[in-house]
C-alpha cells in the first residue's frame, strides 16, 4: 500500500513542476508589456519602473523562474495590485468557499445520480429508463450559466424560497450547488447506469438472488458497491470541470470564492492574481486526482499489486 | 461483457428508431443552425446591432419574436446573428484540435519509444493538468479576446482528447497484419499512418468530434458569458446571457432565449454524436450500455 502511494506520489511531483511552470510563464504570454498593461496607458515610465523592480520582473528570466519558485514555496504569490494584499492571502480567503460549494456540487450530483442511475440499469428500456436518458442528455446540453439564471427565476424570483445570490447561510448554497452539479449529475448518471448493468450481469449477482436475498440488499449492497469502482475514477477526473465550473457559478450567484476572484482579476488585469488563482486551481486538480487513486486503490485492492 | 438482457431484433429495432429519432431532431436542429449562421443578414428581421432606446426590454411581440434587450437591440436578430460566432467558433476549435489530435497522437502511437513517452507523460500530462476550459481562460486572459485567440485557446484546451483516443488507436493498430503488409512492401512512414492506419481509425475519431463539436460550442459560450469571447458589440449567445442577468427580474426573456437557444445547439450535436456512435462504433455503445 505504502509502495503503491509512493509511488504515486512520484508520477504526481513532475505533474507539479509541470503546473507551476505553466504557471509562471503565463505573464510572459501577455502581448507587450505586461506592467504597463497593468498600469494603463497613461502610467509615468518612473513608476513603470519601480513596479517592474517591485514585482522582480526586471531580472532574468531564469531567475525569475527561480525567484517565483521560492515564493510558491513558501506561500507568496506575489502582491495583487488592485486588492492590495498578498495574492496568497486572497487565495486563502477566499479558497474555503469554493471548496464548500464544490463539495456541496459534488453531493448534490451524487445524490441525483446514484438512484437515478441504479434505477435505469433496473428498468433498463422501460418507460423510466428512458425517460431518465432523455433528461440526462437534456441537463448534459443545458449550460450551468443558463441554468443558474433559469433557477434564480424560478425558486428566488417566482416563488420566493431561496436567496438570490451572496452567502452566509446554507440556504445560499442550495441553488449554486444545484447549478454546479447538474451536469455532473447527468454524466453521473450514464455512468452509474452502465456501471450497474454491468455488475447486474455477473455471476455473484445470480449467487445472492439465489441466496434468497432482499432485491433491495442484492443492487445496493453487493452490485452498487463494486459498480462505484470505476465511478470513483470519473469523479475525480470530473472534478477539474466541475472546479473550473466554480468560475462560471460563482460569478452567477455572486459567491465569494476563487471562481469570482479570477474573474475580478482578470477583468482588473490584475494578472498575479490571476496566475495565483489558476495555480490554485490546477493544484486542487492535482491533488484530488492523487487523493482518487487513492481511494482507488482502497476501494480496489486489485491494482496495488 | 456480460448482460442477462437479451438483445432480441426488435428490442434493437425500437432503440435505433428512437435514436433516429432523435438524430433526426438533431441534424434538423444543425440544419437550422447552419442555415442562420450563413444567412444571417438575408433572414435577421433587424440589423443586430442597431440601439433603439425607446424601445428596450420589449417583452416579446409581433414586431420582436424575442423581445429587445436593455439598448432595444432586436434578440431574435441577435440570436440568429450569433448562431455565426457559435458555429465558425466550434468547428474552427474541433478542426484545429483535431489536426492538433491526429498529428501527435499518431505521431506517439506509431513511433512509441521516446517520443510516445515524451508525448504522453511530459506533453498530455501537461495539458491534463489543468481542466480544459481553465487552460482557454487562463490563455484568453493574458493574450486578451478577440476570436482568433478564442479559437486558440479552446483548441489548446481540447487537442489532448482527440490525442489520447487517436494514440491508443494507433497503438492497437499498429501491430495488425495488414499495417505489417504495407510496411514490408516498403510503404514509408508517412504512408502507413495516413493510408492505412488512418482510415481504419476515423470513425472512433469522428464519433469524438461530433460530440467534440457540442463541447465546443458550450466552451465559446462560456467563454463569452464570462466577457473571454468575441468583444462587443458583436452578438454571442454567452455574452447576451451575461448581459440579460441584470434584467432577470423585470425582463426574463433576455436570458430565457439565448439559454434555450445554447443548449438546443448543444444538444443537437449530442444527439447526432450519439446516434453515430451507434452506427459507426458500435463497440464503444456496449461499451457505454446504451
Redesign the interface.
Known sequence: MLRYLLHRLLYTLPVIWLVVSIVFLLIHFVPGDPIQQMLGEGAASADIESARHAYGLDVPLGRQYLNYWKGVLHGDLGPSLRFNQGVSKLIAQRYPYTLQLTLAALLVAILLAIPAGVRSARHRNQWDDRALSVVSLFGLSFPNFALGPVLILLFSIQLGWLPVSGSGSWLHLILPAITMGGALAAILTRMVRTSMLEELGQDYIRTARAKGLPERTVVYRHALRNAMIPIVTVLGLQFGALLAGAIVTETIFSWPGIGRLTVQAIANRDYYLVQGCILAIGLTYVAVNFLTDFVYSIVNPRIRQ | ?????PLTTD?LLT?LA?HNILAAIGVVLVVIFLFAAIFAPWIAPYDPAHIDLPNRLEPPSRAHWCGTDELGRDILSRLIYGSRISMFVGASVVVLSLLLGLIVGSLAGYYGGGVDRFVN??LM??FL??????IA???V????PGIFNLVLALSLGGWVGYARLVRAQVLATREREYVEAARALGAHDWRVITRHILPNIIQPVIVQAAIGM?GAI?AE??MS????GVPPPTASW?SM??D??SH??DS?HL??F???T??LA??AF??IG?ALRDVLDPRSRI????
Not at chain 2, 461483457?1 to 438482457?5: F, L, P
Not at chain 2, 486572459?141 to 486578451?144: L, N, Y
Request: glycine share 10%.
Open positions: 461483457m456480460a448482460t442477462n438482457w428490442r432503440r428512437r507523460i511530459v500530462n501537461a493538468s489543468f481542466p480544459g476550459i481553465l481562460i487562463a490563455f486572459a493574458f493574450r486578451g457540442a458550450l459560450a462560456t458569458f464570462l466577457g473571454l454567452g446571457l451575461n440579460g442577468r432577470l427580474f426574463p436570458v430565457l439565448p439559454a434555450v445554447v443548449m448543444v444538444l449530442n444527439f450519439d461499451e457505454a450500455g446504451l
